[in-house]
Nanobody, 124 residues
């Protein structure tokens, strides 16, 4: 699976952005998909995950209620709708895929495939 993230940019606090992740490969609909982020000088952080079916989702507490992860298996796309953005949301955001079905997990090491990242900068 190859992943290509896009949609980042510079926004003001309170604004919204939607990140997209385009996947290639015939078995996309079998993968759990996740979004992670990494701010300068900080460790990579889990943001959200979605099961292969697009039903169950899982969020880091700091984004719960503001971010929504979704997927379109027919289009091989994963999205992260980010609302009410805060300066602390600034980071490079990565989409990732894993073949195991454990969607309720924050473990980035379990993900097999990673996109190149897209930068989100939120000004105050």
């Amino acid at each position: 699976v190859q992943l290509q993230a896009s949609g980042g940019g510079l926004v003001q606090a309170g604004d919204s952005l939607r990140l997209s992740c385009a996947a290639s490969g015939p078995t996309f609909n079998m993968y759990t998909m996740g979004w992670f982020r990494q701010a300068p000088g900080k460790e990579r952080e889990f943001v959200a995950a979605i099961s292969w079916s697009g039903g169950p989702t899982y969020y880091e507490d700091s984004v719960k209620g503001r971010f929504t992860i979704s997927r379109d298996n027919a289009k091989k796309m994963v999205y992260l709708q980010m609302n009410s953005l805060k300066p602390e949301d600034s980071a490079v955001y990565y989409c990732a895929a894993k073949s195991d079905s454990t969607w309720r997990s924050k473990d980035g090491d379990a993900y097999n495939y990673w996109g190149q990242g897209t930068l989100v900068t939120v000004s105050s």
